[in-house]
């Protein structure tokens, strides 16, 4: 079966540092990858996406990933962090299955804390 | 610009009442979730929906809960008879096709007595 696993559940930076936030998958077919943010008391916000083509993926507010298949890895990275970056973030795998119905899996999700 | 909304916000409720959760999906798309937040689990896939048929809701405790797309506009997600465990935050999300990503409601923050 299809998994995501997100290994560090809180992630800190400092203001203007770079930061990665970590993504590994496990899928039986090509990838279909996902990164989604979540703000305190909002639902989740569509970050940046992988389906086919150049590796490394341009998203919104800054954001970036890059997937990587022979670490079967889709980890998000920014260049300079900002404090309003604070959030939970979370990667998703897509599930197709052999009828051609799919479904979504979630990672369990990553604070990132940027500090002032 | 097009959102998914959801209805009501907050529910707070006795142990035994039904509750009804409503989405309205973006205009257009035809795939819908409903999905569970929990500080324990997660987030956590209950029900689909393509083209307002049923395609998966294997997540979903059968005997309480229930989901329906009366109409294109409109997805409900209905627990009867609600239990404290059943207090979570309840998302919907539409989906425009197989290669996009999933817009989510703002969530109904449920809480059960």
């Known amino acids: 079966a299809q998994s995501v696993a997100q290994p560090e559940d809180q992630v800190n930076v400092a203001e203007g540092n770079p930061l990665t936030v970590k993504c590994t998958y496990s899928v039986s077919g090509n990838p279909y990858l996902f990164w989604y943010v979540q703000y305190p008391n909002r639902g989740l916000q569509f970050l940046l996406k992988y389906i086919t083509g150049d590796n490394l993926v341009k998203g919104s507010y800054g954001f970036e990933a890059e997937f990587n298949k022979s670490q079967t890895s889709f980890h998000l990275k920014k260049p300079s962090a900002l404090v309003s970056d604070s959030a939970l973030y979370f990667c998703a795998v897509r599930d197709v299955f052999t009828s051609g119905t799919y479904k979504y899996i979630f990672g369990t999700g990553t604070r990132l804390k940027v500090l002032a | 610009d097009a959102r998914v909304t959801q209805t009501p916000r907050d529910k707070v409720t006795e142990m035994g009442q039904e509750v009804t959760m409503r989405c309205q999906p973006i205009?257009?798309?035809?795939?819908v979730f409903w999905y569970r937040q929990t500080m324990m689990q997660g987030l956590e896939l209950l029900a689909y929906f393509r083209n307002r048929a049923p395609l998966d809701d294997s997540g979903m405790p059968k005997d309480r809960f229930s989901a329906e797309m009366p109409d294109a506009t409109l997805a409900t997600l209905k627990i009867q008879p609600s239990e404290p465990r059943d207090s979570a935050v309840y998302f919907c999300?539409?989906?425009?096709?197989?290669?996009?990503?999933?817009?989510f409601g703002p969530g109904t923050r449920l809480t059960v007595l």
């Open positions: 999300a539409s989906e425009g096709g197989k290669d996009n990503e999933q817009f």
């Open positions: 205009l257009g798309h035809n795939t």
